[in-house]
């Protein structure tokens, strides 16, 4: 009987890149969620929720990305980069949140699951050039 292929062998590097930040962005978006649900009850406010739980996200994913998703060492040059990313999906995911909330009166928690997708799309492409310059590992 011969012995099981590793999944390794039979998938990609590319979608094996996927998978991993498909996985990050599990912990990374629980993560920040949890902490809009947290800061939202303290202040009350949709919108500085958001903002803050977006940041404190930001710093998980810049580490799991860099070391897990694309197996990069540290290097000078790649954080203002990821934050210019961040600050792009960080103004989509506000707009698209303001916009649910405030002129269609879509439940808050809702609009956020939202936000956090189109934001995810964003992260990923940039994340993918800044830390491979398009190239798979």
Do not use: E
């Amino acid at each position: 009987m011969k012995p099981a292929k590793k999944a390794s062998s039979w998938i990609s590097p590319s979608l094996w890149q996927k998978i991993r930040f498909a996985m990050v962005g599990v912990i990374n978006t629980l993560t920040a969620y949890v902490a809009f649900i947290a800061l939202y009850q303290i202040t009350h406010r949709h919108i500085l929720a958001s903002v803050l739980a977006y940041f404190i996200g930001m710093m998980v994913s810049y580490v799991l990305n860099r070391s897990f998703v694309f197996k990069q060492p540290k290097r000078s040059g790649q954080f203002v980069p990821f934050c210019v990313v961040n600050l792009t999906s960080l103004a989509c995911s506000t707009g698209i949140l303001y916009l649910l909330v405030d002129h269609l009166g879509m439940y808050v928690y809702l609009a956020q699951v939202f936000a956090i997708g189109a934001s995810m799309v964003i992260n990923y492409l940039g994340y993918r050039t800044i830390f491979t310059r398009g190239v798979y590992q």
